[in-house]
Structures are given as C-alpha cells and as structure tokens.
C-alpha cells in the first residue's frame, strides 16, 4: 500500500494497482466526477473589513488618521443574515442591514470618526458592493447580496498523463471542464457530475504506475476545500483539517477515469456507445485482478465484436425486406428465432418494460432568458434595432427569440382618445406594426429585403395554427379573428375589430409579444458563439396598421417600450471543443425554409391577366396565393389589408416552365357557392389534408376573406416536411387567373413561396447564404 503525505483534495497522486503499459495510440476521458461540497463561503484573506479613523492621539494636538483592519471568521455562512451578525459582532459602529425583499445590504456608521469602510475584494462582491468600494459613499449595495459568488463556477481538472492541449496562450494537460451551479451548493454534501458521451484525449505516457491529479478554479487558484471522502481498501474515510489520501484507491473525485481507457488504433477495432465503455471498464477489472494486459484485451475486443454483430443482425432482422437474399437470410436465422407464422413476428410491449429510463440530455449545461432593449430610440416613427453580441461561450436557441412590445394609440396631437373611439389596431399588431424584418449575422443579411412582413406573419399565423391556438397564446400578439364578410366594419358587426378596439380604448397601453417570422428563427439548430446578431424591424404607417371609421381623423401609434427575448444556452465544454474541431474543416450548417412574399398589381377594368416570372430561378416548393384591395394594402384607414376577397374568381392557375398546377385550373363559382375544390386546397397545400389538424377557416368564412389558395409544388407533397428535402429546381413561375367580370377597383396579388436553403458560418464566423438576399 502507497502512502502520498504531501496528497491534498484539489492535488494528489494515486498508485494503480499494476504498472499500465500501453502499445499504440490510446486515450483517456472523464466519465464520472465527485466533490465534496466543502469550501466555505467566506475564504480565508477575503474576510477582512478595513477601516479609516479619523482620532486624536495621546500626546497629538492634531487628530491623526488611522488605518485598521478587523477580520470575520473564514467559515461556511448559511445565509446573507448570518454573515451580517458575524459583521455586526465585531464592535465597530457598523450596522449592517438586509432587505429581505430586494436582497439589497445596507450599512450604517454610528461613530462620526469612521471617514472609510471596505471589505475584501470578494466579500464586496458577495454583500453586492464593487471591489474597493467605501461602504460610506453607497446607502445600499449595487446588486443584491449573493454569498454564492464566492464560490467557484469552474473546476478545471488536471493530469499528468495526457498530452497537453491549447488553452488561451499556453499548452497545459487539460483533461476537463466542469461547470458547477453555485445556487445548488449545499455544505457537506458530495456531488457527482456524469459525463456521456465523456471526452476523449490522447495519452501522453505510455508507461506509468501513477496519476497526478490537479483541481483548480478558472483563476488558476487552488480549489479550498476544508475535508472530503476517499477510498483506500475498500473503506471511505473522512478527514478534515489538512486532508491527506491514504491507499492506492483512485479516489471518490476521478472514480471513472479509467472506465473510459479505450485502444483507438492499435486494436484495429472501432466500438460504438455502451460497447465502447463496457470495454473499458472490463479492462479496468481484469487489471484489479492481475489478468494479463495482453488477454484481456483480445477477450474484451471479441466481446465487443460478438456484441456489435448480434447488434446488427438484429437490427438487419427488423427491415421489411423482400428478395432471395433476405429469404436466405430468414433461414439461416430460423434455427435462432423461431418464427410465429410466415411473416408474423414478435413485439415488445413498452408496457412491461420496467426497468428502462428515459436518456438524459448533457449536452446543454444551462439556460437563461436575457433581455435586449433597443440601441436606437423609441421616440420617432424610426426602425427599432437590436443587438445581441456573440461574445463568450455560449450559443443562441434562436427558435425561442421573442419579442415584446408595449404600444398605444393616441389622437394625431399626441392626446388621449377619448371613449369608445371608432378605432382599433388591425389584426395580429404585433406584427402589423412592422413591414419589414431584416436579421443580420455578423453584419450579413439573412433575411429577404421587402417590405411585406406584415403578411408573411399574418398568412403564417392564419394557416399555421388550429383555433385553440388563436383563442389562446396567439391573443399575446392581439391576434383576433375578424369576422368573415364584415372585416371593413367598425360599428360593430366585426367581433375582432370590437375586441382590439376595447383593448387600445382610452389609449390605454396594450402589452404583446410573441415569436418573430423571420427563417433564422424558424429553424431548431442554435446559433453559435462569436457571432453577433442584429435585429431591425421597420414601422409600418398608422394607416395600414389601425383600422377606423373614417379616413378624415389621423391618429398614431406611440410605442412606449420594446424588447428582444433571447434564450442563450451554456453548453458542455465537451461539445464546445467537438465543435470547434469540427469547424476547423467544415462549416456549421443552418437548412432553413426561406419565406418569400412578392406583391403583383392588377389594375381595374380587366377581367383576366397572366403574371410572368412571378419568381425567375429557384423554383418555391409551396406557393400560396390571395387578392386584396390595392388602397388597403398601401394604407386606408377604413379598409383591412388582410381582407382577401375572392373578387369572383372562376378561372386560377399556376405554370412551372411551362407545365399546368393543377392540371386542371380551378373553376370556382363564388356567386353560386361553388368553390370546395379551391378551398380544399387550404388543406392540401398545407400538408394537412389527411390530418386531424385545421386551421379555423370553416367553408363559409372561406369566400368572405379568406379566399387564399395554397399548392404543394414538391414531387412526393412534401413541403411541410422538415425530415428531408428535394432537388433544387430552376425555372420560371407564372400564374394565370379569371375573373367573372371586369375588375371595378384596383387589386393586388400577394404571393407567399418558400424555398429550401441553407445558411452556412465557417471556423472565422464568416456567414454566408445560397441565395439572393
């Protein structure tokens, strides 16, 4: 039995059982970690309190300055109030005072002669005062009171066995990165941190009876913990003070280390997931046993081998395949598994599956919502832009960006209206308030350049959610359906116009927020760190966002505050290192589905017309397709820009390079309410014609502006599938349509496409995209 004197928790060395002798290339990595919860909140030299006296001294006809010094007791603290008792104790003139509802601390001078007070450097911090700050010049603290900020958020671990790596400037053998949650710290307790998949690094030493382990925190400093547990012969031993290992144990922290020890290249072999790690770990009990190096591996690698093989066949085993080959197959298996009937097999009920768990995701440490405002201002009709900076480690769950506006409406001489004003937003404000949305990655335009957002948020809505989703969380953008044929109306007769105007009655303030439409934000990869990200949303004019009963009063909008909501993950240091190595010869790739929407204009008197190169290029993979009134849509304060009318369509079609969709044009009869073939198409070309999904347009509301028409351009009717996509196709689209008489008023066409594409950031966070934007 080993004995290391000099052996402390944060650094030890331990004896393996037998002397480790590697051939060819190996590697190492953490699979589990332990620690004790013993460093004390109040850390020995951080628990000062200095003092500047102004007195007279005997002998002195002058008062003299006097510096001084009382110390607290270096100790674990339960809380704020039991560090601001141990403080209050020490017979000073201080009175320190905690605010229970704020967190904030408070200190107060009760001797005239006191002119300074300061604390450590880390007790300021802890008690919410900045480093050197005299405690005189502050009522209260600059943050709320935290005692955890003593404690460290970074354990880096140590051994002398690896190959050194890069970290920041220097090479050093790094093995691990463990991220800890202070506001978890619970004194006493041991914790244990399991890492799958763990991180493997080469080994340096190809001989060696030993392991030198060093623990310190992100400052280099040696991590102070006060006692702990470690295993020598079997027994856990306690032990304070000047903590010392005894044994030849691996000890509590690093008892998985060498369950991870797996021959990559000189065994020839390659293992996957819980065979690689079984491996390891009969390799590690062979050697307590004394086995042969050299045996034990041949029997381990054969076990792997036997383990991986039955693997595959089972997996082969479950294809429906058809053929002569999968017969012989059959056969050559029916001595193992006898079949139930020809083609019958057996199942597993998940029922009866009682001793499985669920997998537990690592990969994502942390996660916190953080608030941008706007870095330009709110007083003017100006674009409101945002900035979110790239900096540190962690990564941007851009699905989950939101946006929160607060807005009223005012008379044009910025007073109050007065009650019951016939005037209210239009639907879905909070995105109706803008008409474009440009995103910017490290200064690269993400996003298409029009001026049409207002719509893309609206049809992606409309279409995109059932009516439990409407009458609920959508409300949180003022989403409230019009009513079908009435959607001009104010005195009433529209239900949604009444339930927005209440909301704004008053200019009272009306709070919203929800999800941005943008395609960077409609996609699930997170972005990742060193790129910044800029936001900017262009303000569309008060007479297309708010609808009126007369254009002869003007009122405005006044947004009163904005905020951007990001959701930024701290993610494994494992999967960080995975990624920048991956970087280093390829790109990190973003597929996203990019919305376009062009607006065509038809003019009054004509009773047909076909629109060429709607686009010119990349074919869309889904177009939908609807009319509105040409003065709504550049701004009427007493027409709804989202009333789609059908305008008594009876002819409609679209051209791909030539070739009809559908083969056979739509042919509806709105007079004679005859339109189902036109109005399945909501349906079909959504994807969800075979689902039991819906989109609360019912067959009435359909003709009295709703009237849109959707396709699904793909070869297999695949557009709302995420799972794969389809050849990149070139061409030109156009679109023919009829009208049963001549137009009496000028119309627009609002054409709504999405094409797959893809945003690509290389190892430098240069962004680049496949398409025009």
Partial sequence: MEYFPDNKTTNFSTKLPKAMKLEGEWSVGVVEFQYPCTM??????????????????????????????????????????????????????????????????????????????????????????????????????????????????????????????????????????????????????NKMHIFSPPHYLPVMRREFDTLEIDIRSNTGQKIPFQFGTVSGSGVGVIYKGSPYQRGHGIGSFLGGLFRSVLPLLSSGVRVVGKEALNAGVGLLSDMVQARPMEASIKDRLKQVSTNLKRKADDKIDRFNMTGTGYITKRKRLASFIPPLTAKAKATKKLELDLFALPSTQTSIENGLWI???????????????????????????????????????????????????????????????????????????????????????????????????????????????????????????????????????????????????????????????????????????????LIAGSNDVKFKVCITDATLIVRRARINPSVLLAHQKVLASTTAKYPITRAEVKVLTIPSGVQGKTLDNIFLGQVPKRCIIGFVNNSAFNGSLTKNPFNFENYGI???????????????????????????????????????????????????????????????????????????????????????????????????????????????????????????S
């Fill in 371 to 545: 608030h941008y405002k706007p870095i330009s201002s709110l007083a003017d009709d100006g674009p409101i832009e945002f900035q979110v900076p790239g900096t540190g480690d962690d990564y941007i769950d851009l699905s989950h960006t939101l946006l929160h506006i607060k807005a009223k409406v005012l008379n044009q001489d910025s007073t109050n209206l007065i009650s019951a004003t016939a005037v209210a937003p239009v639907n879905n404000w909070l995105h109706s308030l803008f008409s474009q949305l440009d995103v910017y990655l490290n200064q690269k335009l993400v996003s298409p350049p029009n001026n049409t957002y207002a719509y893309r948020a609206y049809m992606e809505t409309l279409l995109n959610y059932a009516p439990a989703a409407k009458q609920s969380h959508l409300t949180c953008s003022l989403w409230y359906d019009d009513t079908a044929g009435k959607m001009d109306s104010t005195d009433g007769k529209n239900i949604g116009f009444l339930k927005r105007q209440e909301l704004v009655n008053e200019s009272r303030e009306v709070e919203m927020i929800g999800h941005l439409h943008g395609d960077i934000f409609n996609q699930d990869k997170f972005l990742i760190n060193g790129v910044e990200m800029s936001v900017k949303l262009v303000r569309s004019r008060e007479s297309f966002n």
């Fill in 40 to 189: 004390f909140t109040v850390q020995d030299h951080e628990n000062v309190v200095y003092i500047t006296k102004t007195m007279l001294m005997p002998n002195d006809d002058k008062p003299s300055t006097v510096y001084y010094k009382k110390h607290i007791p270096a100790t674990n603290y339960d809380n704020v109030e039991h560090i601001l008792r141990t403080l209050n104790s020490i017979r000073e003139n201080l009175k320190f005072r905690y605010d229970e509802i704020t967190k904030f601390v408070s200190v107060t001078v009760l001797d005239k002669n006191i002119t300074s007070v300061t604390l450590s450097p880390k007790l300021s911090l802890q008690l919410g005062y900045e480093p050197n700050t005299n405690l005189l010049d502050r009522n209260f603290g600059k943050c709320p009171a935290n005692l955890h900020l003593g404690l460290p958020s970074q354990l880096f671990l140590y051994c002398d066995i690896i190959d050194p790596q890069i970290v920041g400037d220097v090479m050093t053998p790094l093995l691990r990165v463990i991220s800890l949650d202070p506001s978890k710290y619970i004194y006493g307790a």
């Fill in 650 to 772: 009876n002819s409609f079609s679209l051209y791909i390079d030539g070739q009809q969709i559908p083969s056979k044009a739509l042919q509806p009869s709105f007079n004679n309410n005859i339109f189902t073939s036109a109005y399945h198409t909501l349906f079909s070309g959504t994807g969800i014609h075979f689902l039991n999904e819906g989109n609360a347009i019912s067959r009435e509301q359909y003709a009295k502006g709703y009237c849109l028409l959707a396709f699904d351009l793909t070869p297999d009717l695949s557009a709302n599938s995420s799972a794969h996509w389809n050849l990149i196709k070139h061409g030109s689209v156009r679109l023919e349509v009829r009208f049963e008489y001549s137009l009496i008023q000028t119309i627009n066409c609002i054409v709504y496409a999405e094409f797959d594409n893809i945003i690509e950031i290389d190892k430098n966070r240069n962004v680049t995209v496949d398409y025009s």
